[in-house]
């Protein structure tokens, strides 16, 4: 992926710098995550979330460097909130940008999980949606072989409420073997962008040939680089009156 500078030089471009994600912390506690979102209100960066087992920490170790995510073995294990920072690399070296925020979210939709679990999920993504800054991008992973599930669409639900900069990414593209799997999955994207109102774009991808994964780091990129670009107009002083 080379992404335009829109902050400088057309010669210029940037990408994730790979393992610079650097793990801040944990949180599982509703209350405590209320408190550091709300001494956050500004930040910029991109969260993942996806149904358990669609492959989230591969992409993420993907995108950002191997061992970025742990990778469970046990879908649904894993509901903590773990926040990272993580810096832009320009032309392949570092870049004096200001560091930007990562999210992993834990998966939803995992039959196996306890009520108390399962209520203590959306205590967090209550938090998560009421208190995010607008200048996070959420990146919501499916499951190619198995699109648009009952925990997506319920996940949607809950979305659609809340005005977010949002791509879905469907993951595991590797694993359909004929032109047909993918010509369903294709015929697909129509009906759910209808559906998917809040979507501003889908990608197909694969965390281990790395297909699609150009597109989705360039996505993630641009919005950064976008925020920033905000961010900057809106500490324009307005000449007094």
């Not at 992409?59 to 742990?70: M, V």
């Not at 940008?97 to 209550?126: R, T």
Request: glycine residues 6%; hydrophobic residues 40%.
């Amino acid at each position: 992926m080379r992404l335009i500078n829109k902050l400088g030089s057309k010669s210029m471009s940037y990408l994730i710098k790979p393992h610079s994600a650097e793990f801040k912390m944990g949180i599982s506690n509703p209350v405590q995550f209320d408190e550091w979102l709300k001494a956050n209100p500004d930040i910029i960066g991109v969260s993942f979330v996806g149904r358990s087992n669609v492959g989230k920490s591969s992409i993420i170790n993907a995108l950002f460097g191997s061992k970025t995510a742990r990778v469970s073995k046990t879908p649904g294990r894993t509901r903590e909130i773990n926040i990272f920072e993580f810096e832009l690399g320009l032309n392949g070296k570092k870049c004096d940008l200001q560091k930007f925020c990562m999210i992993d979210l834990p998966g939803y939709g995992h039959a196996e999980v306890s009520k108390d679990m399962s209520k203590n999920w959306d205590q967090l993504m209550g938090s998560f949606f009421a208190y995010l800054s607008p200048g996070m991008m959420l990146v919501n992973l499916q499951d190619a072989r198995h699109p648009n599930q009952d925990a997506d669409k319920g996940f949607h639900q809950f979305l659609k409420n809340y005005t977010r900069n949002a791509i879905l990414v469907f993951n595991k593209i590797d694993k359909l073997k004929t032109q047909k799997e993918r010509a369903v999955l294709e015929k697909l994207k129509p009906s759910l962008s209808k559906e998917y109102k809040w979507i501003r774009q889908m990608y197909f991808a694969s965390a281990e040939t790395k297909k699609g994964l150009a597109q989705v780091e360039e996505a993630i990129v641009a919005h950064l680089l976008e925020e920033l670009e905000i961010r900057k107009s809106d500490r324009v002083e307005l000449p007094d009156e």
